[in-house]
């Protein structure tokens, strides 16, 4: 078993989490201006994304361009990882590939904690994304555990792209953000990213 077997109710049953789906989690936050250069790309790469219509094209031409935003606006405060193995406990299914990680330390050579990030890209839709996603944000609570870095609540998403839904764990409570949040409204999406990597 490994992090694409879970869903929503397994990953519930198997870490014994409750799941809220009524909260808005970041409404009141104000947007924030996006950079000239991430105007551009977005303007010229998400049209030819959503024709491509891959994940792997929504990854290399939407995702990654919004998560390195959040690096420099970061002023490189933060490590970002794409495609790593993150394997914490296989005998729970807590094992395989994580689409990104965002790390709370400038070290790049290795996932090092705090992991305080996860985004999960999907091609399909949102929802299916989910499970996979929260079971990779309990991984990142036990890795933080176990190497003596633990944090009050971990931040993930799970997004195709142009679409984006946002998760807080804390404890044994799961929020699922009830606003989905689109490619045109980039500034909030931006503002969630920051506040989710504010260490």
Same mark, same amino acid.
């Given at each position: 078993?490994?992090?694409?077997?879970?869903? %929503?109710k397994?990953?519930?049953s198997?870490?014994? %989490?409750?799941t $809220?789906?009524?909260?808005s989690?970041?409404?009141?936050? #104000?947007? @924030?201006? *996006?950079s000239?250069y991430?105007t551009k790309?977005?303007?010229?790469?998400?049209p030819l =994304? %959503?024709s491509?219509?891959? &994940?792997?094209a929504?990854? !290399?031409?939407i995702?990654i361009?919004i998560?390195?935003?959040?690096?420099?606006?970061?002023?490189? &405060?933060?490590?970002l990882?794409?495609?790593v193995?993150?394997t914490v406990?296989k005998?729970?299914?807590?094992?395989? $590939?994580?689409?990104?990680i965002?790390?709370?330390?400038s070290? #790049?050579f290795?996932? &090092?904690?705090?992991?305080i990030c996860?985004v999960?890209?999907k091609?399909?839709?949102?929802?299916?994304?989910l499970?996979q996603?929260i =079971?990779?944000?309990v991984?990142s609570?036990?890795?933080n555990?176990q !190497?003596?870095t633990?944090?009050?609540?971990? $931040?993930? =998403? @799970?997004?195709?792209g142009?679409?984006?839904k946002?998760?807080?764990?804390?404890?044994?409570?799961?929020?699922i953000d009830?606003d989905?949040?689109?490619?045109?409204d980039?500034?909030? *999406? *931006?503002?969630?990213? %920051?506040?989710?990597?504010? @260490?």
């Amino acid at each position: 078993m490994s992090y694409s077997d879970f869903t %929503l109710k397994k990953v519930k049953s198997e870490f014994s %989490l409750t799941t $809220y789906e009524n909260i808005s989690l970041f409404s009141t936050l #104000q947007r @924030v201006e *996006i950079s000239d250069y991430l105007t551009k790309t977005l303007q010229r790469n998400v049209p030819l =994304a %959503l024709s491509i219509n891959t &994940e792997k094209a929504r990854s !290399e031409l939407i995702i990654i361009n919004i998560l390195l935003e959040i690096k420099e606006i970061s002023i490189h &405060e933060i490590s970002l990882f794409s495609g790593v193995d993150f394997t914490v406990d296989k005998e729970r299914g807590l094992n395989g $590939y994580c689409d990104y990680i965002i790390s709370g330390t400038s070290e #790049q050579f290795y996932v &090092e904690t705090p992991v305080i990030c996860i985004v999960e890209a999907k091609n399909e839709n949102i929802v299916s994304g989910l499970g996979q996603c929260i =079971a990779e944000m309990v991984a990142s609570k036990l890795y933080n555990e176990q !190497e003596n870095t633990p944090l009050s609540c971990l $931040y993930g =998403a @799970v997004t195709i792209g142009d679409e984006w839904k946002f998760i807080k764990l804390e404890a044994d409570k799961v929020y699922i953000d009830k606003d989905t949040y689109y490619i045109n409204d980039i500034g909030k *999406i *931006i503002a969630i990213l %920051l506040k989710m990597v504010a @260490v």
